[in-house]
Every structure is written in structure tokens, then in C-alpha cells.
């Protein structure tokens, strides 16, 4: 049966920082495309920030140049690196494992982030 289980989030000040990671117990896990998405309280859930199987990256315009996307297939492991925390990064965080061959879509059950002072 396919898991994702994130972890590593928590409570942090403006200005701080987090480590997201995903573990996945899915076979072939490097020809996913792997992602994070975030909701918000009353917000539709939004995409973070994705990393394809040839390791190109996107992200959302309001966490460019803050969050980076990394993934370590030998560890089915995927991560968000989090910098520079905003109160609006707040959300939920949930993991994403897609593939297009199906079209095959995993998720996670989503860790909380919440940034207040």
C-alpha cells in the first residue's frame, strides 16, 4: 500500500525556518513527479513547489527565492527547505506523488505550519 507521510512541521517565528520531508513507500519512486502543496483555514489547497524526475523544479511565485524543493531517490525522500517564514506561510502541507502514466496521484496527510511571533 502507497504512504506518504510528511513531517517537520511546527510552530516558528517570522523569519524562520523549516525542514519539510516526505516519506514514500512507493515503488519506483524516482519516475514520480514528487510536490508540496499547502492550504490554508478557508483557502482552496494550492501548489509550493514541485520536482520532476529529472530533478527540474517550480515553484510558486510567493515562495521563490525562500523554499527550495530537493528529493533523495535512493531514500524515497522528498524535502522542503524552508526560509524566511511569513504569517501567510501558514497552511497545512501536504506531499504529492504524481504520475502521468494513469494518471497515478498519492497524497499525503498533511503536517501543519504555523509561523506567528
Known amino acids: 500500500q502507497v504512504q506518504l507521510v510528511e513531517s517537520g512541521g511546527g510552530l516558528v517565528q517570522p523569519g524562520g525556518s523549516l525542514r519539510l520531508s516526505c516519506a514514500a513507500s512507493i515503488n519506483r519512486f524516482s519516475v514520480y513527479r514528487m510536490g508540496w502543496y499547502r492550504q490554508a483555514p478557508g483557502k482552496q489547497r494550492e501548489l509550493v513547489a514541485v520536482i520532476s524526475r529529472d530533478g527540474t523544479t517550480n515553484y510558486a511565485d510567493s515562495v521563490k527565492g525562500r523554499f527550495t524543493i530537493s528529493r533523495d531517490n535512493a531514500a524515497n525522500t522528498v524535502y522542503l527547505q524552508m526560509n524566511s517564514l511569513k504569517p501567510e506561510d501558514t497552511a497545512v502541507y501536504f506531499c504529492?506523488?504524481?504520475?502521468?502514466?494513469?494518471?497515478?496521484?498519492?497524497w499525503g496527510q498533511g503536517t501543519q505550519v504555523t509561523v506567528s511571533s
Open positions: 504529492n506523488a504524481f504520475l502521468v502514466l494513469g494518471p497515478i496521484d498519492y
